[in-house]
């Protein structure tokens, strides 16, 4: 992404690359083609006047800020940018206060906040009144789900608009262009052939700024000389992976390993537990995820794949990484390819609800312990039978509360041990039923 104007940045020798070469207007921004190419809705929209305040959403580095800097550019609009990790509700005052000053005179502004979602919902309701009156034209960056985290007072009044990560071609183009800008050749003298361009694409993650940044960083290593694929890797190689530990993309991440593991498809189970890895998620949280999969997603299907998560967890504890790192791929590549049942899951929540429907239904008097004298007087466990003295194990009264019929709640599905654990339970239904016959006869 680069500016159309050399001169802007001429002076400011140490303002970074991705600074330096943000791009003036629309048609100079690479990428988001799916908002800016001519017909787009977001293009469309801006063109004809009623695109109104705006929310845009996505991962960093995909040109929120640079987007926003081109419609007020547009639209001649005063471009504020105000952050909402260092601002608050006092600082907004201030700016709407001078945007309604500069209204008078036919001026309009732009407040861009970056980081919106760092607003809870009572600050964020500061904006309502001058985004509804016009004021400001609101323009929010996040890189979190605005559906979670911007009210929906605001949200209502505001469209909003996805960026994607840049792709690795876009990315070469972007780094291809630096290379022939002036302000990079005034900063380094160096070749980087295309082939290191596109080493440093993919490694950039999808991410315009890190593009930049990592041009720049291999650029000022080079010491002159050309630089080398094997240059380029050596400096990229400790550059972690795009990835939020506490944001969306986390949750992403551990639901597409959750589902690969569901498909059992082994071979991508394993590849986002690298991933998560790789990224600097916190194993232990992916460990307390494998051993829910396996209670919810195998359960009695493989009643060992509990045992199995459990002691890579404790393996991880022991080990820590990168050792036990390989215990949770144990782990995970046994759970991809047990059999699978969630019938247990399902049982689970068929009792919850069950309990909750029916209230504090007493336990009947024959399971309860008669310990004191008085409780045998009240027939505390009278009609109890004992199941180790009764002909095959087999009781007849029933464990439910009084006033509820027996339920189905755990219903086996027929893949692995449940198989045969469905067999065992017929049969046992089966010869529970002759008893009571029996019993009545």
């Known amino acids: 992404m680069l500016p159309m104007n050399e001169n802007l940045f001429q002076n400011q020798s140490d303002t970074p690359l991705a600074e330096a070469l943000r791009p003036d207007g629309l048609d100079d921004i ?9 017909g787009a809705p977001f293009r469309r929209a801006l063109e004809t006047g009623s695109l109104g305040s705006f ?9 929120k800020t640079t987007l926003a800097l081109a419609v007020a550019a547009r639209g001649g ?4 940018r105000f952050s909402a990790v260092t601002g608050g509700v006092a600082d907004v005052r201030k700016i709407v206060a001078r945007a309604a000053e500069f209204r008078k005179t036919g001026g309009a502004t732009m407040l861009f906040v970056d980081e919106i979602h760092r607003f809870n919902r009572v600050q964020q309701d500061a904006f ?7 004021t400001i034209r609101l323009c929010g960056a996040t890189t979190e789900n605005p559906s979670f985290h911007v009210n929906a007072p605001l949200l209502s009044r505001c469209s909003v608009h996805v960026l994607r ?3 690795d071609e876009s990315l070469f183009t972007l780094m291809e262009r630096a290379l022939g800008h002036s302000i990079f050749t005034q900063r380094y003298r160096v070749r980087i ?5 596109s080493v440093l694409a993919m490694a950039a993650d999808g991410d315009a700024r890190r593009a930049l940044n990592l041009l720049e960083t291999v650029a000022g290593s080079a010491g002159g000389e050309e630089v080398t694929v094997e240059a380029a890797r050596k400096v990229l190689k400790s550059a972690p992976l795009l990835y939020d530990r506490s944001g969306e993309e986390h949750y992403n991440h551990i639901s597409a390993l959750h589902k690969s593991m569901r498909s059992s498809d082994v071979d991508a189970s394993l590849y986002w537990l690298a991933r998560m890895i790789r990224s600097g998620d916190d194993p232990l949280y992916i460990g307390r995820r494998v051993v829910r999969f396996a209670t919810e997603d195998v359960g009695m299907a493989d009643p060992s794949a509990l045992t199995v998560a459990m002691r890579a967890v404790d393996c991880y504890r022991f080990l820590g990484s990168p050792e036990g790192d390989l215990a949770l791929a144990e782990a995970v590549v046994y759970l991809a390819l047990a059999p699978k049942s969630n019938s247990v899951y399902t049982a689970w929540g068929r009792a919850v609800k069950l309990a909750e429907e029916k209230g504090s239904l007493p336990v009947p008097h024959h399971l309860r312990n008669a310990t004191t004298e008085l409780m045998k007087v009240l027939d505390y466990g009278k009609g109890y039978q004992y ?9 007849t009264h029933p464990n439910f509360p009084d ?10 599905g027929n893949r692995g041990r449940e198989e045969r654990i469905s067999e065992i339970l017929a049969d046992w239904k089966e010869r529970r039923s002759a008893a009571r016959r029996k019993g009545r006869e």
Not at 55 to 63: A, E, F, R, S, V
Not at 77 to 80: G, K
Not at 128 to 134: A, F, I, M, T, Y
Not at 387 to 395: F, I, K, N, R, T
């Open 30 to 38: 690479v990428g988001q083609e799916h908002l800016l190419a001519p």
């Open 55 to 63: 929310i845009l959403w996505g991962p960093p580095g995909t040109g």
């Open 77 to 80: 609009e005063t471009f504020v």
């Open 128 to 134: 309502l009144p001058h985004v509804e009156n016009g």
């Open 165 to 167: 990560s840049i792709t």
């Open 193 to 197: 052939p295309p082939e290191v361009l």
């Open 387 to 395: 199941a180790h003295d009764s002909e095959e194990g087999l009781v």
């Open 403 to 412: 006033g509820l019929s027996e339920q189905e709640i755990y219903i086996p």
